[in-house]
């Protein structure tokens, strides 16, 4: 059983500077032949400034600006060196900036294989279709996966392989910020008196996530965290498992039957049933082989910190 | 310590980032304290708290904020606050800082440090949110200067200076002050004024703490990048500003292209050379 740590340094760290890396080269934005409205009352009021001030900063920089020049100018004063628009523009920027360095954050290894342009834009597409609705960036990228499923731009490559690599990068992020306990040692297990064991339930480590995938992505995410440049992987189901112990996040590939002995196990299920699932899909395999098989997996999951205390 | 509030001056420090979480607890360096990006440790359970809590058992900390979008016209997030003071309290945090701003209208968040209008409305919106705050957190808020690229026009209504709708909202909410002097900078270039006419309307027994951070000149305008490092200008403001507040914690935020801590440190500490050099 492999096991690789991932070396994520900074997770979508928060600070009140400016973006600088703003990446989409911006010509002077365009005038809109419409005149200028004239701002109610109502919507002059603090209120109705941010109303606005938020849906021209918001509007995607692949559309032409919510508004235009003069209508910028009635509501904003122009710089020394910049019009108003132009001034209101450079928020516009840093808007979408902030949030694709975000999802960049997130899915660095989704960047290396869709390609730097690919992944912006399905990154642009993404802050479109989900402004985000909370104070906190730590989430923000949860739905990558369902959206490269069902909503990325039709340009962008391999869709599926995408959405298995998304579905493994998002679980590094979730163990990340999930809590976790004290881990259960071998030590531990030891105690458990031999007649209780059958029936005996494991309790999984919160900031773990056990998930199977059509395309082999956890050997692909190794492969560009190597420094190799690997090309997209044909179909081969796979299954990993990441979790985290103390600050340090590890992912671990897993053949059919150590993925539905531990899919059991985290279940709940109790040990001497989880374990039986080990046969089902060694068939043709000694029993008394499968039992050391189970047994060796089992010590294994348990010295990597899997789980954190035992049920009896 | 000279603030009307009885904070202490803790010193030099610098802001805490994660590509230096391994060096601090590794080497525990002597750096006088740090201040921590209160919102990477929120919505969190796991690996940032890690850290933290080796870090705030070691040197003094304080939080500051960009979540708390203290101008918006939503009601205030009431479970940002909890874990806000949740956070203070386990950390043992000195002070709470955010930004003079709004984040996000209707529900929706742009994560950005947004101007407001400095109009009497939002003197008196913010006041009083100002207040809320504070008395849930039972201690002063402290409110940073932004950096901004465009001002409100205002319609009908009179616009003031940011520096007088500072000073006005500190009175009247009571609250404390944070003085980015890179961001008096940043905006003075950006709206031509003078920062010495900023600096002369602060209320400087109600700064707290001083900012100082470099910044990305683009000939039109400057962005507040954190990109250090910081340019002999602002150092200079930051002398008159200590010299001003007789005495104040000071704090480099380094955010982009960060170089390692003893390298960002020594930065920090170029504060020294500068303080004590200009008259009050």
């Known amino acids: ?312 | 310590m000279s603030n009307r509030f009885g904070l202490p001056e803790l010193g030099v420090g610098i802001g805490l980032r994660t590509v230096h979480y391994s060096h601090i607890v590794d080497t525990q360096p002597d750096v006088d304290w740090f201040e921590i990006l209160s919102d990477n440790y929120m919505h969190t359970a796991g690996r940032p708290l890690h850290y933290l809590d080796a870090i705030a058992a070691r040197y003094p900390v304080a939080m500051h904020g960009v979540g708390l979008s203290i101008g918006s016209t939503d009601p205030l997030d009431r479970a940002y606050l909890r874990e806000l003071r949740a956070l203070r309290d386990r950390t043992g945090a000195r002070w709470v800082s955010d930004h003079l701003c709004w984040t996000g209208v209707a529900g929706k968040n742009t994560h950005d440090l947004l101007p407001l209008p400095y109009t009497e409305e939002a003197l008196l919106h913010v006041a009083d949110r100002v207040r809320a705050v504070q008395d849930f957190l039972g201690a002063p808020l402290a409110l940073e200067n932004p950096s901004t690229y465009v001002e409100h026009a205002g319609g009908a209504a009179r616009t003031m200076p940011e520096w007088e709708f500072l000073a006005r909202l500190s009175e009247a909410a009571d609250c404390a002050l944070l003085l980015d002097v890179n961001n008096v900078f940043v905006s003075a270039y950006n709206h031509g004024f003078d920062p010495r006419t900023y600096l002369d309307a602060v209320p400087f027994d109600r700064v707290v703490q001083l900012h100082v951070a470099g910044h990305t000149h683009h000939g039109t305008h400057i962005l507040d990048s954190h990109i250090g490092p910081v340019i002999d200008d602002v150092w200079r403001l930051l002398a008159l500003a200590h010299a001003r507040a007789g005495g104040v914690s000071v704090l480099l935020e380094w955010d982009a292209e960060i170089p390692d801590l003893p390298a960002t440190h020594a930065e920090a500490l170029r504060a020294r050379e500068f303080i004590g050099k200009v008259a009050a």
């Open chain 1, 1 to 312: 059983m492999n096991r690789h740590v991932v070396d994520v340094v900074a997770l979508h760290e928060r600070a009140s500077a400016t973006p600088e890396a703003l990446a989409r080269p911006r010509s002077a934005p365009r005038e809109p032949s419409r005149a200028a409205p004239t701002p109610s009352a109502e919507e002059l009021t603090l209120r109705g400034t941010q109303l606005w001030f938020q849906r021209a900063v918001t509007t995607p920089e692949s559309e032409e600006s919510a508004i235009g020049e003069r209508e910028a100018a009635t509501r904003l004063t122009a710089g020394p060196r910049l019009t108003a628009l132009e001034r209101l523009e450079i928020y516009r920027r840093g808007y979408h900036a902030r949030l694709v360095e975000c999802l960049a954050d997130d899915y660095p290894v989704l960047q290396a294989a869709l390609g730097a342009s690919a992944f912006e834009a399905l990154c642009r597409a993404y802050v479109a279709r989900h402004p985000s609705e909370s104070p906190s960036l730590n989430a923000y990228g949860r739905l990558m996966a369902d959206f490269l499923r069902d909503g990325a731009p039709d340009e962008t490559p391999s869709r599926a392989f995408a959405a298995d690599l998304a579905a493994l990068e998002w679980s590094i992020v979730e163990v990340i910020h999930a809590a976790s306990s004290e881990p259960l040692t071998l030590e531990g297990l030891g105690r458990i008196p031999a007649e209780a064991w059958a029936g005996a339930r494991l309790v999984a480590n919160t900031a773990l996530r056990l998930q199977r995938f059509e395309y082999p992505v956890n050997a692909f995410f190794q492969q560009v965290r190597d420094g190799a440049s690997p090309a997209l992987p044909s179909l081969s189901p796979s299954a990993t498992v990441v979790y985290r112990s103390g600050p340090t996040v590890w992912r671990m590939d897993l053949t059919e039957p150590m993925f539905q002995v531990l899919q059991g196990l985290l279940a709940g299920e109790a040990l001497a049933a989880a374990l039986g699932r080990a046969e089902a899909g060694l068939a043709g395999v000694d029993p008394v082989e499968i039992g050391q098989r189970v047994t060796h997996w089992f010590r294994e999951w348990v010295a990597s910190g899997l789980f954190v205390r035992v049920e009896i």
